[in-house]
């Protein structure tokens, strides 16, 4: 399974030392990009990310939890490889998003509330890169994983494997070092952790162990 720490719970006064604190030990550093609208809560935009883009060369993993993401996503100055995840509850137009995020040369990540029915991301699927599953209501750091979020995952997996479909599933929301495990089992490929990592004393060693207990 592949990592990316969220940097959600780091001290936001610190990101990029916190960011290069993981780096070489992650696939992706996950940037929780929230505008006050699409949920109630704040965090940075392009102007932050794009410095740090910068001065990390792990890829990016950019979280778009935002009303606009047409109109906002060309403003990141992704490299190839990034990932670009959108929600499609925020849109009416998901296809045009997508070509947009493509059209920047990054990856594209579908994202689905948890209540939104993986239905409502079949016919995309054969579009996009990451299916990105919220097992919270996205917002905020340290929720707890919900539980149904396993069966939603197993269900994405099957689809994806009748459809042929070339996508992976990102999890992103109170996975620890208790669940990561089943998550793997359940089909995630990519497992999001803010909390668990630059919540803990010791970032660096949570990553190692919540490595360590997924591959078990
Ligand atoms: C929630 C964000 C998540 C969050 C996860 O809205 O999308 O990426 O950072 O935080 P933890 O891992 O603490 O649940
Ligand atoms: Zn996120």
Redesign the pocket.
Known sequence: MKFAP????ADFARLEEAARAVADLSDYL?W?V?DGHF?P?LTFGPVVVNALRERVSTPFDI?L?ISDPQRYAPEFCVRPGDLVSFHLEAVRDPVSVIETIRGLGARVGLALKPQTPLSAAEPLISQIDVLLV??????????S?LPDTLDKIRQAKALIVTKRANVEIEV?????RHNVREIAQAGADIA??????F?QENPRAALKALRQVASF
Do not use: T
């Not at 097992?135 to 340290?142: H, L, N, Q, R, Y």
């Not at 992103?172 to 620890?176: F, I, P, Q, R, T």
């Not at 999001?192 to 990592?197: L, N, R």
């Open positions: 969220s940097l959600l719970a996950h929780d929230m949920v809560n979280h939890m919220m097992s919270v209501e996205p917002g905020f750091a340290g929720q994983f992103d929301g109170g996975v620890n999001v952790a803010a909390s668990a990592v919540g």
